[in-house]
């Protein structure tokens, strides 16, 4: 197999994952199945961790941007680790809420939040609301006065960088739904409107360049760009803007084509640039948040599937049909995203035929990979993707009415179940 990333195998020629045997998991649990390893997901929010004590002094908070991958354990998990959480929608908020997540440590996101959205927010004290575009302001400042409460505010800006990543992915340039444009001067004009508002407090700025990315320039571009403008913002209204957020986006390795930075690089790369940047302009080093998804949880996963058929068109391709698809990892679709592929049953052997991995769903293009090597695969057969732990589960739908798989947690050689799959009865739960 090629392959560099180090594979853990037992003697039964089994992969292993957090310690457990990898088929022994498929066997307990069924397939498909998502499973989670502990240890690197606390790994990865403790290397952000130290790296904000290490460059910015403890100056900071990583909040988990848990779109990645969003069910009640991740949030237990982020809480005892020390980090908060960014929320994107009423339905994560109210996940974090049913652990007693620390509300000051969330932020809360959306470019179109709801009214029953912003008030879930208000009421339950969020730390800070990431503003999208004016009108929100408007709203938030209307029912903060209702409540009688002052929201703290963090605005999302444009910085005008394109990242080089995958169109529906990049967030930073312009010509993109998300926040306030600089170029135009409609960033400066909402920082006064809300400097004169007194239902809200302007607190931050925020960007959010896009994801996947693997070059350490366009975040210390974006980080520039946004301290350049907390100093015209104090220049031009004499307020000192005190938190610069700068969103998520490290990449991570899906395959050997990635070669992602360690985060200290990045972390080191940026700090640089904002502390030489906030002595130029006359600002204080702001206090720092960042909103990593991908990096935290990616790694961590592996999603096992059974083979059912391997249909070999001569001369055409060879499809290895698994029991899942783009129901539950619906980014090869979305994003034509390359995967490392291997059979748990027989992790050790060599990689000799290359197939077409695809799903069960009733659609040609759902498919999990094309051109991928793999050990010469048999129905029954115990399929693991690597690299699923970020944007797979929660990116799950119920098209065909395949039920949404399990998510097992392992570590040291123990599994539990965090999250129950889906049943048929549950599919019809709101069927009237
Ligand atoms: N902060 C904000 C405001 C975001 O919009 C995102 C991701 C993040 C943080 C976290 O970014 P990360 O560290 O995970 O790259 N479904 C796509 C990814 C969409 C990312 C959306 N926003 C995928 O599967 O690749």
Redesign the pocket.
Known sequence: MKMDRKLSVNDADHLVLGGVDAVGLAQKYGTPLYVMEEDTIRAAMRAYRDSIDRFYDGKGLICY?S??FSCKEMYRIAKSEGLGA?V?SGGELYTALSVGFPMENVCF?GNNKSDDEIRMALENRVGRI?VDNIEELGRISVLADELDMIQPIMF?IKPGIDAHT?N??M?GQIDSK?GFALETGEAMAAVKQAIENPSVRLVGV?C?I????HEVTPFVKAAEVMVQFMGDVKKETGYEIEELNL?????IRYTDEDDPVPYAEYMEAVSGAIHKKAEEVGIRVPFILM??????V?EAGTTLYTVGSVKQIPGIRTYVSIDGGMGDNP?YI??Q?KYDFLLANKAGAPADTVVTVAGKCCESGDLLGENVPLAKAEAGDIMAVLSTG???Y??ASNYNRNPVPPVVMVQDGSDRLIVRGQTYEDLCHNDI
């Open positions: 941007a779109k990645a960014d994107v996101h990431v999302r995958h529906f992915i967030t998300f925020h959010h896009g994801s996947q990315i969103g998520g986006g490290y990449g909103e990593p998804g991908r990096s935290i990616g980014r979305l994003y995203s970020a944007y797979n929660s990116m």
